[in-house]
DNA sequence: AATTTTATTAAATTATTTTTTAACGTATTT
DNA sequence: AAATACGTTAAAAAATAATTTAATAAAATT
């Protein structure tokens, strides 16, 4: 009777880990979608099944990976804020928690990302708009410079436009502006839901 | 004379030029950001100045690389639908143009993946959900499982609240239904604009 | 103060990805 | 029909990136 229950429970196990790790994969591959490298992805995708928070070593056993591929890849989540440094009294191992409210990984992730790259390219199209402006006036620009400078400054002043709708965009999701647009619905099983 | 407005005009192209490559430069870093390396980058943002369809000999001489390495870079970019080939009497090269709408960028590069994403996560989701209410409904299990099990459930079913939450973004951004709650502003030159 | 524990950095190795050269197949022109 | 032009695939080479082992630094314990 006890060897049965036993058994059970183990089955139960393997279950559930079985469960977590169809997700798990499915959380790496689709990180992998956006640039993040397999491991890492992993390594998150591991973390937010962790319902208490993790250490270097626990990591390490959990991927089967050295202790620094664990140090540079969760600092690298760090980075985008997906995970955070927790602090507990006791264990003076550093402790690690995932960011499970993926609204918030969204945000962090791609807001982060958009900002970045609307700065950076609204720093470049205002440096070329400059230079264009420029051709532009300059009366010893022939004709056919002149028309592709043209068209190029249209461009990237349409460029522009979408840049600050990037911003916007993050800034709206940021500050929870957007739910009141596309709002969260209560998720009901999948079972009824043709997905 | 002629000699003089010669050299003004090498002056002007030159800066045409210069002024193009820094815009160029920021598309394919920003582009690096999530996933696309940094020659597909560089093509897309090359393709992205020219105003008539180019050839695969013409990004090869542009980008001085190979054939066949535009030949690949340009399918991954018509994968993502950002690149498209276009057809004109004459040349029997093929010829492409990049899409110039970034909004149309957008939407195609975040929208799809985000739809992918979504449908992996939900079929991993659904998957699990089943085997965790397998588990919960097996009176054998124990009770620490039971918890975890439990905890898993409630996390996953609201990972799919944002997944279908990503799914109509994704919509919405391309039905355009997204613009009349973040509407793209005309730009105003990067002159009076604090950036 | 010496030892141990923990995390990080550096160097070396391994694996992966990118790029090229070479070969191939198909279509077009002569 | 032969020759040429074009694009793609395959194999090889080159370049990058990921991972590990070894070394170091910093903190905590004994």
Request: charged share 30%; hydrophobic share 30%; net charge negative.
């Amino acid at each position: 009777m006890e060897e049965k229950t036993n058994k059970n429970q183990n089955k139960s196990e393997e279950m559930l880990n079985h469960a977590e790790r169809a997700v798990i994969n499915s959380i790496a591959e689709t990180m992998d979608l956006y640039g993040v490298t397999p491991s890492i992805g992993r390594l998150y995708a591991t973390l937010y099944f962790k319902h208490n928070p993790q250490t270097l070593d626990d990591m390490k056993d959990e991927l089967g990976m050295s202790k620094p591929s664990m140090s540079t890849a969760v600092r690298k989540l760090q980075d985008i804020n997906i995970v955070k440094k927790v602090w507990e009294k006791g264990s003076r191992k550093d402790l690690f928690m995932a960011e499970k409210n993926f609204f918030h990984y969204f945000s962090q992730f791609f807001g982060d990302k958009w900002e970045r790259e609307a700065k950076l390219n609204l720093s470049a199209i205002n440096y070329a708009e400059d230079q264009l402006n420029e051709i532009l006036t300059d009366e010893e620009t022939n004709e056919e410079i002149k028309q592709r400078a043209e068209q190029d400054l249209q461009q990237i002043r349409e460029y522009r436009s979408y840049c600050h709708w990037l911003e916007r965009l993050a800034q709206s999701i940021e500050s929870g502006e957007i739910f009141e647009f596309l709002p969260v619905e209560e998720s009901n099983s999948g079972k009824d839901n043709k997905n």
